[in-house]
C-alpha cells in the first residue's frame, strides 16, 4: 500500500514537488513504524498525515476516520483571542468567551496541534473539535475527561469540566449569510462548499 502510495505521488500528484515536502523519506519512516498488522484507519490516518504536509486541502483519504470524542464547543480565532461558542447560542460561557487552556495545556499548543493536523492552517480551529485525535497528536490521555480553563478581557477565569461529547457539533462558518435579496436589489448567494447546484435551483 505505502508502495503504491509513492508511486501515485510520484506520477500523479500536482503538489508532488511544489512546497518540497520530502513524502518518499517520510514514507519509509512509516514503513519502519508500522507493525505487522494494522487496521485500515488507523493506516488512513498515518497516510493522511503525510499528505497533511503537502497543505493542500483537496486531498486526504476517505477512509481516514477520526476516533469519536469532541470538544462540546466550536473553536474561532478572533485578534482579541480564542474564543468558545455554539452557533446558534452564542458564547460558550458568555461572561468568559476566551479558550486560556485545554487539559492543562494552553490553547497556542492546541492550536499548533491541530494545525499539524489539518491540511490547511487556516482550517485548524474546524481540527480542534476532534479533542482525541489533538490530544493524541500532543502526547495526552485520549479519553481522559476534559477540563477547560475560559477567561474574560478582564482577566478573570472559569474552569469547566465534564466528559468528551459523543457528537461533533457542525461547523459553521460565521461570516457566511443565507441566499437572500439585500438592499438595493442585490442578490446575495450563501457558498458554504462547491455544489452542483446551479441559480435556478436557488430560485
Do not use: C
Amino acid at each position: 500500500d505505502l508502495d503504491e502510495l509513492k508511486q501515485l505521488i510520484d506520477d500523479r500528484y500536482a503538489y508532488a514537488e511544489l512546497r518540497g515536502v520530502k513524502y518518499a523519506e517520510a514514507i519509509a519512516v512509516l514503513k519502519e513504524k508500522l507493525p505487522d498488522a494494522i487496521a485500515v484507519p488507523a493506516l488512513a490516518l498515518e497516510i493522511d498525515k503525510i499528505l497533511v504536509s503537502f497543505k493542500d486541502g483537496h486531498s486526504g483519504v476517505e477512509a481516514a476516520e477520526r476516533p469519536k470524542g469532541y470538544l462540546p464547543f466550536l473553536v474561532a480565532e478572533t485578534a482579541e483571542g480564542v474564543i468558545a461558542y455554539v452557533p446558534g447560542r452564542g458564547y460558550f460561557r458568555k461572561e468568559h468567551p476566551f479558550i486560556r487552556s485545554i487539559d492543562g495545556v494552553e490553547i497556542s499548543k492546541w492550536l499548533e496541534a491541530a494545525g499539524r493536523i489539518s491540511p490547511v492552517e487556516t482550517r485548524r480551529h474546524r481540527t480542534m473539535s476532534h479533542a482525541r485525535s489533538v490530544r493524541k497528536e500532543l502526547g495526552l490521555p485520549e479519553e481522559a475527561p476534559l477540563k477547560v480553563v475560559l477567561g474574560s478581557a478582564a482577566g478573570s477565569t472559569e474552569t469547566v469540566e465534564g466528559p468528551l461529547s459523543l457528537l461533533r457539533i457542525p461547523h459553521e462558518d460565521p461570516r457566511l449569510g443565507k441566499t437572500r435579496i439585500l438592499d438595493g436589489n442585490v442578490g446575495y448567494l450563501g457558498l458554504a462548499e462547491m455544489t452542483d447546484v446551479t441559480v435556478d435551483d436557488i430560485r
